[in-house]
């Protein structure tokens, strides 16, 4: 089964993100339901392997976090990839992700090394943009650079993900509070 761990976000974020999301006309837009803060990407687990998971997640002991927001970007280099709004990655959140990937390893998850840069993706692009495409795209973000939004974070959770041609779906399995 297709697994990450991630952050869901207060209905009120959401809210704004999709706001945000309207003045954008190039790309697919991620739908609020999806819309989360990845902590760890498992890619396919055996669910035994998920079920020792949930267990190591559920002695997680950690406050709330205040997520952030502080602008947008795209990945994906000159031709980009997704629009996401960035995260400040806080001590706070750096160390739950910390967290999160020492019960990975304790279930036996063997994770990547990666940089942690915290965002949410807003919309995903197509393979081949158009000139005239990456040029709406730039002057969608620099219309949206003052983006700011601070929300408080009470819970993470275990997704299960479901590709599909028209896009990804996630189910929570498990979820975690913070307090």
Do not use: W
């Not at 837009?29 to 392997?49: C, G, I, K, R, W």
């Not at 967290?99 to 063997?110: F, I, N, T, Y």
């Not at 995903?124 to 795209?137: D, N, Y």
Request: aromatic share 6%.
């Amino acid at each position: 089964m297709r697994a990450f761990v991630g952050l869901p976000l207060p209905d009120a974020a959401l809210d704004v993100l999709e706001r945000l999301q309207e003045g954008l006309t190039v790309g697919r837009h991620v739908s609020a339901d999806n819309m989360h803060l990845t902590l760890a990407f498992l890619d396919d687990q055996p669910e035994a392997v998920l079920e020792t998971l949930h267990q190591s997640l559920a002695e997680i002991s950690a406050p709330p976090l205040t997520l952030s927001f502080r602008g947008l970007d795209t990945f994906g280099g000159k031709l980009p990839r997704v629009l996401a709004a960035e995260v400040q990655a806080t001590p706070e959140l750096t160390q739950l992700r910390g967290r999160v990937r020492s019960a990975c390893r304790e279930a036996g998850l063997d994770l990547p090394r990666e940089r942690f840069r915290p965002h949410v993706t807003l919309a995903r692009f197509p393979r081949h943009l158009e000139a005239g495409q990456v040029e709406k795209i730039a002057r969608y973000l620099a219309g949206a650079a003052g983006f700011r939004l601070d929300c408080e974070v009470e819970r993470f959770a275990l997704f299960q993900s479901t590709l599909a041609p028209q896009g990804a779906r996630y189910d929570m399995l498990a979820e975690y509070e913070l307090q």
